[in-house]
């Protein structure tokens, strides 16, 4: 995806790693607040390693959250 982004780009030597380190920021902060949602809802000591949000979701009393976090598993910790 970088590479054909890169020939569409007007200055691909200064937007793309600029475009890379972005995202990666990005993404580094929602995994870190995903974290931090996860420790707040469930106690440390009873986060499932395996199956961390479904579980704690049906912990907390949330079954239909748990089935939505079943069905689209590429967000897991």
Same mark, same amino acid.
């Given at each position: 995806m970088v590479a054909t982004m890169a020939e569409e780009t007007k200055r691909p030597a200064r937007d793309i790693p600029i475009s890379l380190v972005g995202s990666m920021s990005m993404i580094t902060v929602i995994y870190c607040l995903m974290a931090l949602a996860l420790t707040m809802v469930v106690k440390y000591t009873q $986060?499932?390693?395996?199956?961390?949000?479904?579980?704690?979701?049906?912990? $907390?009393?949330m079954k239909w959250a748990k089935y939505l976090v079943s069905v689209f598993p590429t967000i897991s910790l």
């Amino acid at each position: 995806m970088v590479a054909t982004m890169a020939e569409e780009t007007k200055r691909p030597a200064r937007d793309i790693p600029i475009s890379l380190v972005g995202s990666m920021s990005m993404i580094t902060v929602i995994y870190c607040l995903m974290a931090l949602a996860l420790t707040m809802v469930v106690k440390y000591t009873q $986060i499932d390693i395996n199956a961390a949000y479904s579980v704690a979701f049906e912990q $907390i009393g949330m079954k239909w959250a748990k089935y939505l976090v079943s069905v689209f598993p590429t967000i897991s910790l």
